[in-house]
């Protein structure tokens, strides 16, 4: 499918596999969970547009390229907020937002608990951080949302999306493009993507 982008950098397919082993620690697991989301940014950055501004270096005047428009940076609460940290070592100056928005499964929808993005997002690119999308119907909510804020394009990015959930985004949203680690062939009983990494909050963070 033309809206993903599964990236297949040798240092991006190591730390997948860090992630995969059940073996690796909770330190290791957040550590490298946030230089994949530093790595996947780097490859999304890599077509933004630059502008060239004047500068002074220590010997003479010049001209250096600066980004036109950092995107705003969007956490899907709450494993997307150590993808974040890593977006943010890469690009300190974007402004963040936050959703917190789940599927129940009782009520076979979606719920919102909070909604924070900054000021002056209109036509604004946005970089929405989720590591795992499973069913595709949480991402699309989130895009779903953004957009009535009229934000501009959307990238999603993530670890793992499932083959289900990116067809299904590629159907809902054919215009924004996801950016993966992986692209797995199925779900567990539980939702989780097969083979995965297991429970992302429950390794970051800790079993509820």
């Known amino acids: 499918m033309d809206s993903v982008v599964k990236l297949s950098h ?12 059940k073996e690796t620690s909770r330190a290791s697991f957040r550590i490298t969970m946030k230089e994949l989301g530093k790595l996947i940014s780097y490859e999304v950055l ?3 547009v630059t502008d060239q501004k004047s500068i002074e270096t220590p010997l003479a005047s ?3 390229d600066f980004i036109n428009e950092l995107p705003i940076v969007v956490s899907v609460l709450r494993a ?9 070592e890469l690009i ?13 499964k009782f009520i076979n929808n979606t719920v919102e608990y909070y909604f924070r993005l900054p000021e002056d997002t209109e036509n604004k690119p946005v970089f929405v951080l989720d590591p795992m999308i499973a069913t595709g119907k949480t991402a699309a909510a989130s895009i779903s949302r953004l957009k009535q804020c009229g934000v501009g394009k959307i990238y999603f990015i993530c670890m793992l999306i499932s083959e289900e959930a990116a067809a299904y985004l590629a159907k809902t949203y054919p215009e924004v493009q996801i950016y993966c680690a992986g ?15 297991g429970d992302v ?5 800790g079993p509820n």
């Open 201 to 205: 909050g429950g390794r970051l963070y």
């Open 92 to 104: 300190p100056n974007a402004r963040c937002g936050h959703l917190g928005i789940y599927r129940d």
């Open 183 to 197: 692209v797995e062939s199925g779900l567990d009983k539980n939702g989780l993507i097969l083979p995965g990494i």
């Open 46 to 48: 890599r077509d933004f």
């Open 10 to 21: 040798p240092v991006i397919k190591e730390k997948l596999a860090v992630l995969r082993n």
């Open 62 to 64: 010049a001209s250096g």
């Open 80 to 88: 997307g907020n150590i993808l974040m940290e890593g977006v943010l």
